[in-house]
Structures are given as C-alpha cells and as structure tokens.
C-alpha cells in the first residue's frame, strides 16, 4: 500500500515537473514568433530579437566598459556590432551613446591619448551619422583633433541633417518667434516714427484745419507735439497703434503704414499662442520621448513615458502611431498593429496607418494582406519611394517578378539614394529583415498641428503673455483689431482728402537735423524717398541681425552660443549686410 502510495507520488512529481519545464518553454517559443518573424538573416543573430532593446542596453555596456578600460580592439567590435544594431532596429540615431562617447573622445584627447580619442570619436559618429545635435556636440572635438576644415564640413551637414528631425526645427521657430516678431515691430515702430518727423510739416497743416483760426498759429505745434510724443509712454505696440490712428486721421493717401500695423496685430495674436503652445510641448518629457522615437532616436524609458502619456491622454493619436512605431522596431509586431489601430482611431484611416499594417503584414509573412492594404493606397503614394520600395518585396515574395522590378524601377527614379540603401540592408540583413523594410512614418504636418494645438486650460497662459505686450489685449482682440485696422484703411483711403489750409505753414519743411538722422539710419533714406515699406523691411532685418549678438530677446542668445565657431564670422556678414542695405537706401534717394 505504502509502495503503491508512493509510486502514486512519483509520477504527479513527474508530471508536475515536466509541465514546470514546457510552460516556460512554450512561453519562451510564443515570444520568439512574436518577436522574431521569418526574416531571411542570419541564424547568429536570431537570439537577441527575442528583445531587441536589451541586446542593444547590453551591447552598449560592452562598449562603455571597453572605453574605461581603453580596450581599443574592444571599442571598434562591440562599437561596430551597436552600429549594426541600429540598423536593424530601424534607429537613426543612440544620441546619448553618442554624447557619451564624444566627452569620452575629448577626455582621451587631452590625456593624450589620440589612437583611443579617435575611435570613441568615430564611433560616437557612426552610433548616430545624420543626429544634427550630435554633429553640433562633436565641433570642438572635431575642430581640436582634425582641424577647423573639418568642423566647417561637419557644421554643413547640421543644416541638411536638421530638416528631417521635426524637433530641431519646431524648437528653432519657437526659438525665433518672439525675436522675429519683435525685429518687424521695432522695424515697423522706427519705420513709422521717421515718416512722422519727415511728414510733420503736413501733419501740422493738417492739425491746423482741425483747429480755431485764432489759436491755430501756436496751439498747433504743440499739439503736433503732444500726439506725437505721449504714445511712446504705453510700450511700442500701443504707440504703432495711436500713430496708425493718427496717420488715417491726418495722412491717409501717403503710406501703408497702418495697413503694416493690423497685420503685425495679427501676426502677434497667432504668434502668442503658437510660440507658447510649441514651450509647453517641447519642454514635456513625455513628449519629448514621443518626438524621439518618431524621429528614430533612440533613449532608454522613452516606451515608458509614452505608456504613461498615453494614459493621461487615451485621444492623442500621434501618441498611439510613435507606440506602434517603438514596439515595431521592438519587434512586438501583433501588439504593434493593435496600437496602429488604435492611432486610427484619432486620426483617422490615413495612407501612413494603412502603409504601416501593410509592412507589419509582410514582416509577419502575411503577403496576400500586405498586397491588399498596399493596393488600396497606391494611388496616393506616387512621389513616395519608400512605399514603392516596399510593395516591390511583396510583389517579389508573391512571384510577381514584373511588377516586382517596375516597382522598384520607379523607386529607384525618385530616391536612388534610398533605394540604393535598402538594397545594401537587404544584402547584408535579408530581403525579409526589418532592417530592409523602409521606414515611411508619420507626416511632420500631424507632429507640427498637435504640438501647437495646445489646451483649452492654457488661455490663462496666452492671455499673460498678450497682457505684458499691450496691456488688456488678449491674443483673439489682438486678432479681431488688426482685422479691424484692415477695414478701417481700405475705407479710409478712399476717402477724399480736402486741401490744406492756405497760409498756414505753407513754407514750413523737414528740418536738416531730421535729414541727417534719417539718412545716417540703415533704410533710412527710403524713408525720405516715400518708400517707407522698404524702410520697415531694412530696419526689421537690421533688429532681428543684431539681436543675437545683443542677447535680447533671452531666446535669440542661444543662436550664436550652441555655434560659437561661427561668432565673429556671423558678426562680420551681419555689419556687412547692414552697410550694404544702407548704401541701397542712399542710391535709391539719390536717385529720386
């Protein structure tokens, strides 16, 4: 019995254990179909697609640890197979790896160590070759160990590199918003104090006609002067507002001027909030991860801030496509598409969503439904390579070799640079590797509208800012006045205008003194030609050129200090360009 008992005990352990095993087993095979799809690569680097981003953590500690041992050998492979990673992942750019790398390059450097600086330099480089902050960062260790030619080389790249990196870009219009706004109204306001010192011969024969004959001889100039001085007082948007009422009253048929004024009103009331909506954005952690992983760059826990934004804000679309986006390259290529699905939702069934479950169709062996999503958007990718790139490897996979060749003809007419690329990644990774699959993406437009679309609960915000600039001035009545302004001009300058007052100021002209101050100013001098809108554009761009070299506004300083190789020469073109514009100015009135 006991015997029996025991037998009995045995095999329920048995049995127990063998299950332990497979269940981990089975597990572990259902992550490895779902991560690791057929994708034509090699068989030695199957295993880290099991995750995909603890082989690059893992890989990256090789290569940190190789550096601190100055193992250089070490560096170059563990280096060369993270550069590898990254192409197969679909990441553009491990911008703090790079960074890390270069401190390491410039550390190397001064300790003389020029062998180990040179190969953490080209490293840091290949981990992340088109990262416009990451070029900017490598300057002055470039410009010390290769030369200045070299660091003007890298530079020129910043500026191709940067159009494809949205945060780059938004964050230097957030940057230059408020400095360009303020160059066209400090333009505008010296544009428009000059016509009136120039024109207050007529101004003042207009305030007479509006006067008592018999206290019109001396309350004039006074007058003229009062109206003329104590707008200064409130700020210069109020000014430019009382003196564009004061040129329709008294000289409508003369300038533009005030029609430059309602659109500076408006431009201020769009300005207010976009600026102020693009800080918010940009300044968020979270969405700052969502940036990065739309741009291709890669930050460990920026899959973890996104989770937690996306549970804050269930409705923002662009969060659900950057999600869909990381767990693809993760190779989580069914949770992938739910959260595709899901960008859907909010965004609507656009040709980029349709696009990405066509490629996560295929990346999962699926051809027939690759094919079908593929065909229903053909149409509307005609100028995009990527896609032809991609429906010309499901064409191939169905054995449609024609068509498979045409449509990698065409690709190859409207991006050979690209195609070329892909070509390389299918020979070195596989044609069916998500290395070889091209990356379409989300349209920046989509970014751009749900950065500066901002929240109903920022007004607050918006309303503080437009109160500094023109006190009781919310950016919608900054909006609705400029509208109004425009109204009010084109009515105006159809009016007729009655002549002025005989014998009264009759021979009174512009003073040489107020000759001489206009002449001596860049643009001046089309003041006194009458071509004041010219002098507006002169005097804005003279603002705007010298505001970084005088650090106001507080953004416009961080031009010229994240590039300090280019100071003296940007000061040089900047006085160069000045001194052209005035001697344009002078020309032109000499010539009138």
Not at 193 to 211: C, E, K, Q, Y
Not at 226 to 253: E, R
Request: charged share 20%.
């Amino acid at each position: 019995m006991c015997s029996l008992r025991l037998r009995q005990v045995l095999v329920v352990a048995t049995v127990c254990a063998v299950v332990g095993i497979l269940c981990p087993l089975h597990s572990y095979a259902q992550s490895t179909r779902e991560n690791n799809p057929k994708s034509g690569a090699s068989a030695s680097g199957s295993t880290w697609r099991i995750n995909r981003f603890a082989a690059i953590h893992l890989k990256w500690r090789q290569v940190r640890d190789a550096v601190q041992a100055g193992d250089m050998e070490s560096i170059r492979a563990r280096g060369e197979e993270l550069s590898s990673l990254r192409i197969e992942t679909g990441i553009r750019a491990f911008e703090k790896y790079s960074n890390w790398l270069i401190s390491a390059a410039d550390r190397k450097f001064h300790a003389a160590d020029y062998d180990g600086a040179q190969v953490c330099l080209r490293i840091a480089l290949e981990l992340s070759p088109d990262s416009p902050r990451v070029i900017l960062n490598s300057l002055p260790v470039v410009e010390a160990m290769q030369g200045k030619k070299a660091a003007g080389r890298q530079l020129r790249r910043v500026f191709f590199a940067a159009m494809s990196f949205p945060s780059i870009w938004m964050k230097l219009l957030k940057t230059l918003l408020y400095p360009t706004m303020w160059a066209i109204t400090l333009g505008l306001y010296a544009a428009t104090a000059g016509f009136l010192l120039w024109n207050t011969p007529d101004i003042m024969r207009r305030v007479a006609m509006l006067l008592p004959h018999q206290v019109r001889g001396f309350i004039t100039p006074i007058l003229s002067a009062v109206i003329f001085c104590v707008p200064t007082v409130f700020g210069p948007v109020w000014c430019l507002v009382a003196w564009s009422c004061l040129l329709l009253l008294l000289l409508p048929k003369q300038t533009w001027l005030p029609l430059y004024t309602g659109v500076l009103l408006m431009l201020w009331g769009a300005a207010i909030p976009l600026r102020e909506n693009l800080e918010v954005w940009l300044k968020n952690p979270a969405m700052q991860a969502l940036m990065r992983i739309q741009e291709g760059v890669y930050e460990p826990g920026d899959k973890s801030r996104l989770v937690k934004l996306l549970r804050r804000q269930p409705d923002l679309g662009v969060g659900w496509f950057a999600y869909g986006e990381q767990l693809k390259r993760q190779g989580a290529y069914s949770h992938a598409a739910k959260a595709f699905l899901e960008a859907e939702k909010f965004l609507g069934s656009q040709s980029f969503t349709v696009a990405e479950q066509a490629s996560l169709a295929f990346l999962q062996d699926d051809y027939q439904q690759a094919d079908r999503l593929f065909s229903e958007i053909a149409e509307d990718q005609g100028d995009q390579a990527a896609f032809w790139i991609n429906y010309s490897k499901v064409k191939f996979q169905l054995r449609e070799e024609e068509a498979s060749s045409a449509y990698l003809a065409k690709a190859e007419r409207l991006d050979p640079k690209l195609t070329a690329l892909y070509r390389n990644h299918e020979q070195r990774f596989g044609l069916r590797s998500y290395a070889a699959v091209a990356d379409m993406g989300l349209p920046t437009s989509y970014l751009f509208n749900a950065a500066s679309k901002g929240s109903p609960d920022m007004a607050y915000l918006h309303d503080g800012v437009a109160h500094i600039l023109i006190n009781g001035f919310t950016p919608k009545m900054l909006l609705t006045v400029g509208v109004l302004f425009l109204l009010l001009f084109c009515v105006v300058k159809r009016r007729k205008v009655s002549a002025a007052v005989k014998g009264c100021y009759c021979d009174c002209e512009a003073s040489g003194v107020v000759f001489c101050l206009l002449h001596l100013l860049p643009g001046g001098g089309w003041i006194i030609a009458d071509r004041s809108g010219l002098a507006m554009g002169a005097m804005a761009f003279c603002s705007l050129a010298i505001m970084p070299i005088l650090k106001w506004p507080a953004e416009s300083k961080y031009l010229l200090e994240s590039v300090p190789q280019v100071v003296t020469g940007y000061i040089v073109i900047t006085t160069l360009v000045i001194l052209l514009l005035y001697s344009l100015a002078s020309q032109d009135l000499e010539d009138r």
